[in-house]
């Protein structure tokens, strides 16, 4: 999750100093102006097509996923189906993503388990979704946040680098970086920041060079590293 380009943005952060309350929503509210509406990039139809599809989105981007699953889950659309799959045909299927064998292994296992123990339905609890293979802390959020209507905040790269870059926080990893954004925003946003975060660290807050000259919240980042337009 921490790749070395998140590190290199915690090490330029101002130390210890963060925004208040106050200027945290503020910057919630900005992004809202440009990413409000916007959700998962990830197609699915359903708790059990979101859990899956997260599960596949590990270290890789959304939309090869989204080239992959119409017929992942044509051939085998539920949890039933896909528990009694052979991991091998799986493979096949979703094999332009990255580590698509051990994925394959992972949904087909996490597939039979929902069916043996839960009648083919997906948890709605953080501690159960995380017996499941391949299921994470930030695979349980996204999952509770849109499937459930929980409110959450899952932890990406991006969620990692804007919230620490721009001084919402000051965490050395996505866990306590969640901890801190949970205390932070404002009630009942958690989940829409979320989206917002990833869609201005794809767009404007990048790793390498972030567009600091066009971001709407650069008068109230605290990143050293700013740049000028």
């Not at 596949?56 to 996923?65: E, P, R, Y």
């Not at 849109?146 to 969620?159: I, K, L, S, W, Y």
């Not at 801190?180 to 404007?204: D, E, M, N, Q, W």
């Amino acid at each position: 999750m921490c790749a070395a380009a998140d590190r290199m943005v915690y090490s330029m952060h101002m130390g210890d100093k963060i925004l208040s309350k106050n200027k945290v929503a503020e910057v919630v509210d900005r992004l809202a102006v440009s990413y409000e509406g916007e959700g998962t990039a990830l197609v699915h139809s359903g708790v059990f097509e979101l859990l899956v599809c997260v599960v596949l989105s590990a270290q890789t981007t959304d939309a090869s996923v989204n080239k992959v699953t119409p017929e992942l889950f044509r051939r085998w659309p539920d949890a039933a189906a896909l528990g009694a799959a052979d991991p091998a045909e799986v493979a096949e299927v979703i094999r332009t993503i990255g580590l698509y064998r051990t994925k394959a292994a992972n949904i087909v296992k996490l597939a039979a388990i929902l069916g043996e123990r839960y009648g083919g339905e997906v948890p709605g609890d953080f501690d159960e979704l995380l017996t499941l293979p391949g299921v994470g802390r930030k695979t349980a959020n996204v999952v509770l946040a849109f499937g459930f209507g929980q409110e959450r905040m899952p932890v990406d790269t991006h969620v990692f680098r804007v919230a620490n870059r721009i001084g919402l926080c000051c965490e050395s990893t996505p866990e306590k970086t969640e901890e801190a954004l949970v205390t932070c925003i404002p009630k009942g946003r958690l989940s829409a920041a979320h989206h917002y975060f990833i869609f201005h660290g794809r767009r404007v807050c990048h790793a390498r060079r972030p567009e600091c000259g066009g971001c709407i919240v650069s008068d109230l980042c605290l990143y050293s590293g700013k740049t000028q337009a």
